[in-house]
């Protein structure tokens, strides 16, 4: 059988296609095929097809990561995962007549995947988004389709890109300045599009000097841990006056992370809760004394993990004199991403743990079933590796002391296998 992309392929057939008979496919198939499908290569859909066959005898197939074509699709679904990924990230609209527009180059067939985060992320604008191949445009209400255009096609600047250029140039951070690993992640095929990377030459010209001047600051500190260490604590210093949401405006201050600047485990929790909020520090509380229960049960040494939370503010609700936490909203989640982002960028953990729904909200950009998603490793949207397992504030909140146990024993398993993983 032979699949083919063009105005005469089985897809545009007018006659019906023959019915076969339905069976079922295992989900991680469907969600394997839909990142994959989305490839550049023209063979996806036959590999597809063929694994489609093989899973009809034996389903288990979809699990043996070693066969070469379960591998080969993988390898397709994780190239188009990171597409979507440089996509979100290097977009940039410019305005022109009151309308946003920005250009982009995927390399594989991401936009109408892409769309809906777009329209979430940008319901308030009307915009266009412009591909050689597809274009998409949003009017605030409704989402259309256009064929492909020209770069041409899209304003080079407008008024804002100025303020943005400053702001960028105020925050570019020397100590961190990684050439290799800057390039690996925003590729120079993108620069051209993005107003910032025309101020990259001139800000790593003075990345040294500046550099120095941030090292003279800190002469007090003998063992400064490197340029890790550096960038961290200029990170820390900038989030203890974070307005980035209202949460700021009631709680006593900001919580940030802890723990070794090279830790090789990162664990990321909810919210701080009253005890924290009072004292500075992350899981110091009952659930962080659970915590520390259950990790000196499974063998892992906290003393080499960074602990920090999704949301840096408390969020509570006053009944009398006491403060009841509450749940962080979906926009709170997403104002406080980009600290756990940094967070991450400087201590580059080998795996990072989702403690709950919000923190795995939050490192995937999205839901995640947690009864689905536990107890193997996941792919987060830059590659690296995560896990996601319960917060162990759930585990005190359960009354029936029996299935507390049970989950409580299941949380150190948890724990055992992320632990397994540094070995």
Known sequence: MVWLED?????????????????????????????????????????L???????????????DHADPLVRHLEELAKAVRRDIHKMR???RFREIDGRFVAWFEPEHHIVRHNAGFF???FANMEWSILTPELSIHWDGGTLTESPGAQKSDAPDGDPIEDVWKTYY????NPARVKIGAMTKEMPRKYWKNMPETALIPELIAGAQARESGMIARQQERQSIGGNSEIAWDALREEAMTCTRCDLYKHATQTVFGEGPIDAPLMFVGEQPGDSEDLAGHPFIGPAGQKFDQALAEAGV????????????HFKFEQRGKRRIHSKPGAGE???????????????????????????ARSLFGKVMAIGKSRGRALELPDGGEAWITVHPS???RIPDPVLAAEEYAHFVEDLKAIGARLD
């Open 7 to 47: 105005a005469n392929d089985l897809f545009a057939l007018d006659q019906p296609l023959p019915v076969s008979p339905s069976f079922p496919v295992p989900r991680d198939f469907i969600e394997l095929a839909q990142s994959a499908i989305c490839h550049r290569d023209p063979q996806r859909f036959a590999l």
């Open 49 to 63: 097809y063929t694994l489609l066959t093989r899973l009809r005898v034996t389903p288990s197939l979809i699990h």
């Open 89 to 91: 990230a290097f977009v």
């Open 119 to 121: 329209t979430r992320r």
């Open 169 to 172: 140039a105020s925050i570019f």
């Open 301 to 312: 040494d906290r003393s080499r993990a960074y602990v920090t939370n999704a949301v840096k």
């Open 333 to 359: 989640i997403e104002a406080c991403r980009w600290w756990v982002d940094q967070e991450r960028a400087i201590i580059a953990p080998k795996v990072t743990v989702a403690l709950g729904a919000t923190a």
């Open 394 to 396: 759930y585990l005190l």
